[in-house]
């Protein structure tokens, strides 16, 4: 019993050994945790504390400056916009015991500050990316600033050069040495000159930060009678802008860094804490381009917000993508589809609300003229009734079209038009006989109400060879040109539906042609296509991925045709079928 009794104490009661190495390691760990905390200050002397919200004495610390921008700055009637390009820096100091460097560079102008992405493991990083500030006047500074992402500590400067801007126009791309003891950056500055009150926000250049301090202002005093949200007390945004979906999430850095996103009307947020490395990323809606589901590790569902072209990244060094635009990752959620839909449809209001205010603005402008108008004109003036302005509504969904094509060819636009797509050409029967397609009617090209130019609908049925589709479907092709007055540029446009194939119904297949006319016997054209959902399913990113792939091969067939039916056409000769190779024919009806 007694040998039992100590065996017991043995087991439960810690030895003296193992005391001191508990304690050893506990103080080891509240050393690290302090040093981290307060003791990597020296580490970016001189740096931008405040850019990613880092701790400082008296607490949490975001950019004041840039935030002010959201709630309105003086980009209304900036009278400039200035462009910097971003290209490459060379010779940058080593930060890493590896002799490399993490980089990343933060563009400032004015209020205005945008974050590059990072490049890992580099002292000599290529970039390529846009940034767009808007000034009231000129000359305005540009301060690029370098510093080396690192994983806990704060960022430490590499570099920083302020580049005058003086006059409109722009520079060749230049070397601009920092001021630290090694390396170049390489910019490409533009300046454009704009009209007061012009409407830089439908353009794109002011982004969201304008069109937010005009709806605040339309409101006039805000009254807030709840206590301030996360969105105020993390992030300093207006009281009057709340928190319509919360979201547990992590942002992708060098490993994931977990945190909450906050989704309002206005801004999406996500703030994180790990490590005592506190990142906060503030996105306006209107700089963003794209919102798209992924994976991350293969395993982790994940969604990608891609930021359009000059928007730069905000907070946080964001991802780079190869066409220039730059992006932020977010992993772990625990409904990744629901997290989706509800940032699609934020993004979606906000458009709306944007177009809704745009067409307020514009009839109060038409009203006011219209009054001053009467005013001025006696009675016994008649009306022009030629001055009514009809506004046509546009025939394809823009966003969701992607270049595919860009050539020349061999006819105008308006020879084009004639050749292949007038009412008593043979060429669609022709081409859609060559892919086996049966039951083609074409109807009459007729004006609509609604869009302007003429319309035309097609119908036939399509062969499948799909394991998903029925052996063919009924398709239903509308189609919509406009001819510009002068018969130099054409604008063709088509929307498909499949009625027989599997979710037919939840989508449509959009497609746009631009010619524009350059010599006598040539043309430019431009092809984009797109997938237009009407309802949401379970297999739209795969329809989505296969879209572009599949009607690049298509259009790319049906342009050899065109031009086979062009030369024939032209030369006065028998007009010869065209019959494109079996494996085209097969590629085209798989896609179906």
């Not at 400032?108 to 846009?130: A, D, L, Q, Y």
């Not at 799909?466 to 007055?485: G, I, W």
């Not at 499949?498 to 016997?521: I, K, Q, R």
Request: hydrophobic share 35%; net charge negative; charged share 20%.
């Amino acid at each position: 019993m007694e040998s039992l009794i100590e065996t017991a104490v043995e087991c439960l009661v810690p030895s003296w050994w193992e005391v001191k190495v508990t304690v050893t390691a506990s103080v080891f760990v509240i050393f690290c945790y302090w040093f981290s905390a307060y003791g990597g200050g020296d580490r970016n002397a001189g740096g931008d504390r405040s850019q990613f919200g880092e701790n400082s004495g008296n607490g949490f610390v975001f950019d004041k400056d840039k935030i002010g921008q959201f709630k309105g700055g003086s980009t209304t009637n900036s009278a400039y916009i200035i462009k910097v390009e971003l290209l490459a820096a060379k010779n940058l100091i080593a930060a890493n015991l590896n002799g490399t460097s993490d980089p990343y560079a933060i563009i400032t102008c004015g209020s205005e500050k945008t974050f590059s992405s990072m490049v890992p493991g580099s002292r000599n990083p290529m970039w390529g990316e846009e940034f767009n500030f808007s000034v009231d006047e000129l000359p305005a500074q540009i301060n690029v600033t370098i510093y080396d992402w690192d994983i806990i500590w704060k960022s430490t400067v590499l570099g920083s050069v302020t580049v005058p801007v003086e006059s409109e126009g722009q520079t060749s791309q230049l070397w601009y040495t920092l001021d630290s003891p090694s390396g170049q950056v390489c910019l490409h500055i533009q300046t454009i000159k704009l009209p007061l009150n012009s409407a830089r926000a439908i353009e794109g250049y002011a982004g969201a930060h304008a069109r937010r301090r005009i709806s605040v202002d339309k409101q006039g005093p805000i009254v807030v009678h709840q206590k301030p949200g996360p969105l105020q007390t993390i992030f300093d945004l207006p009281a009057d802008e709340v928190v319509e979906h919360s979201y547990s999430c992590a942002l992708e850095r060098s490993f994931l860094y977990q945190g909450r996103m906050y989704v309002s009307a206005w801004h999406i947020c996500f703030h994180s804490n790990v490590f005592s490395k506190q990142m906060k990323v503030v996105i306006p809606l209107g700089d963003i381009d794209e919102i798209h589901r992924c994976q991350h590790a293969f395993i982790n569902p994940a969604i990608t917000i891609i930021l359009r072209m000059g928007a730069g990244g905000h907070g946080v060094p964001p991802l780079g993508s190869p066409d220039g635009r730059v992006r932020y990752k977010f992993a772990s959620f625990w409904n990744r589809n629901h997290a989706l839909r509800a940032l699609q449809r934020a993004v979606k209001n906000y458009h709306d609300r944007i177009e809704a205010e745009k067409k307020e603005r514009a009839e109060s402008e038409l009203r006011a003229h219209s009054s001053s108008t009467k005013s001025t004109r006696s009675p016994e003036t008649p009306v022009d009734s030629s001055s009514k302005i009809e506004k046509h509504q546009a025939f394809l969904k823009e966003e969701v079209l992607v270049g595919i094509s860009n050539d020349v060819f061999p006819c105008t636009a308006e020879q084009f038009f004639n050749i292949l797509f007038s009412d008593g050409s043979t060429f669609l029967t022709e081409y859609r006989s060559a892919l086996k397609d049966t039951n083609l009617k074409i109807g009459q090209w007729h004006a609509a109400d609604e869009y302007d130019g003429q319309v035309r609908e097609i119908t036939y049925r399509h062969v499948c060879t799909s394991p998903m589709c029925p052996p063919d479907t009924a398709m239903t092709e509308y189609q919509h040109y406009v001819l510009s007055p002068d018969k130099k540029k054409l604008v063709f446009e088509t929307v498909q539906h499949a009625h027989d194939v599997p979710f037919g119904s939840y989508f449509e297949v959009h497609c746009w042609w631009c010619l524009e006319t350059t010599t006598e016997n040539s043309s430019t054209i431009d092809i984009k296509v797109g997938l237009h959902f009407k309802k949401w399913c379970v297999m739209q990113s795969k329809f989505k991925a296969g879209t572009v792939s599949e009607y690049k091969k298509e259009v790319g067939m049906m342009l050899e045709a065109a031009r086979s039916y062009i030369q024939s056409h032209s030369s006065g000769c028998e007009i010869d079928k065209y019959t494109p190779p079996p494996s085209a024919i097969q590629d085209i009806q798989d896609s179906s």
